[in-house]
């Protein structure tokens, strides 16, 4: 394919297979003959495995080894031993560390790197990792700040090695449909786009906890903290609910638009927004208050609008994000007292000139409103590659030389970078941020710019 230029049509306008190859790739591995093969039907030489080590193995973590079937679980990192404890258990063979910068200076052998630790600390280790001539697959939202993304994202062009952010919709068919309905030009030009999702699901903190509590044994609180700010352990931080902490989460944003907004950062090609505002709340009882900064927690609930400007052809766009119960306005296309069915409590309103289109989080089950036209639709013809395989294997393919993952850095560096920057928004509620994405600054609110890429705490660096 190299040289090659070979086109996909977007409708009326062409597309080089390179240019989507940077945003959403190419079918994983299925140009590739892999060494195995060729000794054979079942034979798999050792040389065809990838040693790899994870760092964070419960939780999400957990899942993500599972899903590296075949390939070699070499070592396995995390500061919490019983949170952990099922996948030693089912990994008995792997090295046990707590300290990742210990594993990654002793396992000379690793290939690759699971990074899937609460989002503080996501930018330390991967930035080690990659220094390490390691391959990457970091978790959603791959970074807590933007400059940290854009960082990760320069890096791994320069140590040249393959990447990948933890949003599994993205290999998946619904963001291909999505795209090329849209790109076909089924409801004509995009110009307003809705995201929401059902989160918080955990309790959101207020007020950081005064009441001193022990550290559990099993568990190295220091490490845990890593970049962040020193303060004493509480179990009002963790497991999960590290989320709705500034210093440790990205809050409901930070933990579902890598997959919601996935669709509408692909399909319209959206990059940098020029603009962001908030709006936020905490609920109290059965009363909605006007949300007042703690400057230690997220909100309740927040609305966040995006402002993209015109890309080519393509018109500006306003995107609006919802969570914690609040929701956009029905469609106009359901029935009475008919609700949008729509899997994971969460999904995107792509509202176009001619039509609509809804998918679910995970770009999953696109449609068109309303539902009876799906009756009659006749879709276009495929135009992109599919993934064959999960999210890591895609990852693992382009790990041992096939095209890039479909997820790597080029397209989630600027696609996390703008969903984090939401966040800049939710901490000064009412404002409009105005951003230059190039430079990642905020242009007129000059105190916002302290959190584009915040001092680590001593001893910590990328």
């Known amino acids: 394919m190299n040289g090659q230029k070979n086109k996909l049509k977007r409708g009326d306008t062409a597309i080089s297979r390179r240019d989507f190859v940077n945003g959403m790739t190419a079918a994983a591995g299925v140009m590739i003959v892999p060494r195995h093969v060729l000794g054979g039907m079942g034979y798999r030489a050792p040389s065809d ?21 075949g390939e070699n679980i070499v070592a396995l990192c995390d500061v919490d031993d019983q949170r952990a404890a099922a996948t030693f258990k089912k990994y008995p063979d792997a090295k046990r560390y707590r300290d990742f910068r ?18 503080h600390t996501h930018a330390v280790v991967a930035m080690m990792a990659i220094k390490l001539g390691k391959h990457v697959y970091v978790q959603k939202p791959m970074t807590h700040w933007v400059g ?46 809705h995201c929401f999702t059902n989160r918080p699901v955990w309790k959101s903190p207020v007020q950081r906890p005064t009441e001193k509590v022990d550290v559990p044994s099993t568990l190295d609180w220091d490490l845990w903290l890593g970049p962040a700010p020193y303060r004493p352990y509480h179990p009002a931080y963790l497991p999960q609910v590290w989320r709705g902490w500034w210093d440790f989460g990205c809050g409901a944003l930070g933990d579902m638009a890598c997959h919601i907004m996935d669709a509408s950062f692909t399909a319209l090609k ?8 908030a709006c936020a709340s905490t609920h109290i009882g059965d009363k909605f208050w006007t949300y007042i900064d703690t400057k230690d927690s997220f909100p309740a609930s927040s609305v966040i609008r995006y402002n993209f ?71 276009p013809p495929q135009t992109l590659p599919r993934v064959k395989g999960n999210h890591e294997q895609n990852w ?5 030389g096939g095209p890039p993952a479909t997820s790597n850095f080029d397209y989630a560096g600027p696609f996390a970078e703008a969903v984090v920057m939401g966040n800049l928004a939710v901490r000064f509620p009412g404002r409009k941020l105005l951003w230059d994405g190039k430079n990642m600054r905020v242009t007129n609110v000059e105190e916002a710019n302290q959190y584009i890429l915040p001092a680590y705490r001593e001893g910590w660096s990328l």
Request: include cysteine.
């Open 49 to 69: 495995k990838l040693n790899i080590a994870a760092v964070g193995a419960g939780g999400m973590g957990a899942s993500n080894i599972d899903h590296c079937y």
């Open 102 to 119: 210990k594993m990654l200076e002793t396992e000379k052998s690793v290939d690759a790197v699971i990074v899937a630790t609460p989002d």
């Open 148 to 193: 940290e993304a854009r960082k990760l994202t320069e890096a791994v062009r320069q140590y040249k090695v393959a990447s990948q952010m933890g949003n599994q919709g993205h290999s998946g068919e619904g963001v291909r449909l999505v795209c090329e309905w849209i790109w076909a030009g089924v409801i004509g030009q995009v110009r307003e786009v």
């Open 270 to 277: 959206l990059g940098y927004p020029t603009s962001v505002e």
């Open 309 to 379: 400007p015109t890309r080519g052809d393509m018109p500006p766009v306003k995107l609006t994000w919802w969570d914690g119960g609040m929701l956009p306005e029905q469609p106009e296309e359901l029935a009475p007292g008919e609700k949008l069915k729509l899997k994971d409590d969460g999904g995107t309103i792509f509202v176009g000139e001619k039509g609509k289109i809804v998918c679910g989080t995970y770009s999953d089950d696109p449609s068109l409103l309303p539902a009876s036209k799906m009756q009659t639709f006749e879709r």
């Open 396 to 400: 693992i393919e382009a790990c041992k």
